[in-house]
């Protein structure tokens, strides 16, 4: 099984996650933060990766730390349960709707650390949840997996929207490209390594 548990502790936050990249979707989130939680939950769902996420900081403060961190952790939980990655798809990509909104996203899991991402400079709050902190999550994950990433929201208005979908099309993007192909037996690269 491909699986990883990883801990980062700073002064600002303690960050402890556990995954297993084939599961069935599973998840137990404990955050300080209500929509980060949503946001993990919703994204182990899609991705059908087993998640247990265990986070504090110091959100008196800001969510920024918390919301990073959780970012950073996920991203090297991912690059650890990954291994050496033979026989993956290493590519995934998806457009995903949430009623007014609509998101793509294109992965890579290439080792090269690149995000490219479009959220129409849009702020506000979601709650008490900086929308913009989804960039900071995304971006935490994207250099501590080494993987390039794509993730554009393509219409909406509504915040929420916009952020579930953005997590939504990364979900099903990741769980494709972690995905194991029958045919393959040795690395996705004509290189022979990633």
Known sequence: MRKATIKRETKE???EIS???????KSNIDTP???LSHMLESFSYHSMIDLEVLATGDIHVSHHHTVEDVGIVLGKAVKEALGDKRGIKRFGYSIIP???ALSMCSIDLSGRPLL???DFGLRGKITEFDFELMGEFFK???LSSEITMHLKALAGHNLHHIAECLTKAFA???????SIDPRREGQPSTKGVL
């Open 98 to 100: 949430m009623d007014e």
């Open 33 to 35: 933060i209500g929509f």
């Open 19 to 25: 995954l297993n990249l084939d599961g069935t979707g």
């Open 116 to 118: 490219f991402y479009d």
């Open 172 to 178: 099903i993007a990741l769980k494709e490209a972690v």
């Open 140 to 142: 935490g994950f994207t």
């Open 13 to 15: 936050t303690q960050i």
